[in-house]
């Protein structure tokens, strides 16, 4: 007998395209066919329930990272000569701001950092509850 | 589904029947909490919301609450104590320069529970049954749900009830609309209540609020290092 084909779905976007939509990989590629329909569909289903843990774990992840307070340190000299002296000898520009990206400080010191991918996450305003505030 | 608890008015009832005539509202001042406190006032002689701050003397936070004791809780005070997070933020030197660490050290703030200010606001009001409301939803997360269908909307272990838990998006426009309540401006700005130090929230206080964020500052003056991070690393 003939085994029925399936047509997998497309989703219309709600409107709001979703945080991390198109960035999650299709899990069902590339799965061995199995013959079994029970069997493949135990199979699909599990593929799926792993994916729902792997991109827990990445949100979990990505949350910690954009929310973890350990991304900067604080240089602290003497006094402001030595911290001048600091500065014109390493080349980094500070323009007489406390804060310097340590993207570059690396770069003069010839330090090869790891990639980030740490991103900022937009507020998410649901307009009914928006409506409801005041002003 | 009958595992899941009674709903929320039959909560509220249980819950007033047997701990008597008062109940503290655990108030963050959003939606969620909003709802509870509705669900929750006209049952017990006597309610008292508190409130946890993250940041002592935030204008804009404040000034929700005041409205809230006027349009919500009938003239009664929302009592405001520090929330753990706070102390806790301290101790661990977040956001703090050098020159504070030897304050920080020689203060030893204590660290406490949710549970401990919870006991104080109890004694505080000579009410030592009453148990905490909050808003929580079975519909906040599937996690959520799975523990309300374990463990009930009422544990009497932590003194605590669930009065909305069966509350889906529509019951939470009607309680407020129908109550006329204005939610705060946090709804407007970072999408729900202000609850952290990270540039979800820092940004937009720094844009509608400056005094506020002044404010921060005093109290968190490397914050600068979240939004340089944030306005000048990540465009």
């Known amino acids: ?135 | 589904m009958s595992n899941l608890p009674p709903p929320g008015p039959e909560i509220v009832k249980q819950v007033r029947k047997e701990t008597g005539r008062s109940t503290l509202i655990g108030f963050s001042g959003g939606k969620d909490s909003i709802c509870a406190a509705l669900a929750v006032r006209d049952e017990f002689e006597e309610t008292v919301p508190f409130f946890l701050y993250l940041v002592p003397g935030l204008e804009f936070v404040d000034e929700h609450l005041d409205r809230c004791e006027k349009t919500i809780f009938r003239g009664a005070k929302i009592e405001r104590f520090p929330h753990p997070g706070l102390y806790m933020w301290l101790n661990s030197g977040i956001f703090q320069p050098p020159d504070r660490w030897p304050v920080i050290k020689a203060a030893r703030l204590p660290e406490f529970e949710y549970s401990d200010v919870h006991s104080l606001i109890r004694q505080k009001y000579n009410c030592p049954k009453a148990f905490n409301a909050t808003g929580v939803m079975a519909a906040d997360s599937p996690v959520r749900r799975i523990s309300i269908v374990q463990h009930g909307a009422i544990l009497k272990g932590r003194k605590e009830y669930f009065p909305v838990w069966d509350y889906k998006k529509r019951d939470i426009m009607a309680a407020l609309q129908s109550n006329k309540i204005t939610l705060p401006v946090d709804y407007r700005i970072f999408g729900r209540s202000f609850d952290g130090l990270d540039a979800r929230f820092i940004l937009p206080i720094k844009k509608h609020f400056p005094a506020d964020y002044s404010k921060i500052l005093e109290w968190f003056p490397l914050i600068e290092a979240e939004v340089f991070r944030a306005e000048r690393m990540m465009q």
């Open chain 1, 1 to 135: 007998m003939k085994r029925p084909t399936f047509t997998r779905p497309k989703f219309k976007s709600p409107g709001a395209k979703l945080a991390h939509e198109g960035t999650v990989k299709d899990p069902l590629k590339g799965l061995p066919d199995i013959e079994d329909p029970a069997g493949a569909a135990e199979q699909e289903l599990s593929q799926v329930a792993k994916s729902f843990r792997e991109r827990a774990a990445q949100e979990q992840a990505r949350f910690g990272d954009v929310t973890a307070c350990g991304y900067y340190i604080v240089l602290v000299f003497q006094n402001e000569d030595q911290c001048d002296a600091f500065a014109d000898a390493s080349g980094v520009d500070h323009k007489g701001e406390a804060f310097v990206d340590g993207r570059e400080l690396a770069k003069v010191m010839g330090i090869e950092l790891p990639k980030a991918e740490t991103k900022i996450s937009k507020p998410n305003i649901n307009r009914d509850y928006a409506s409801l505030t005041k002003g």
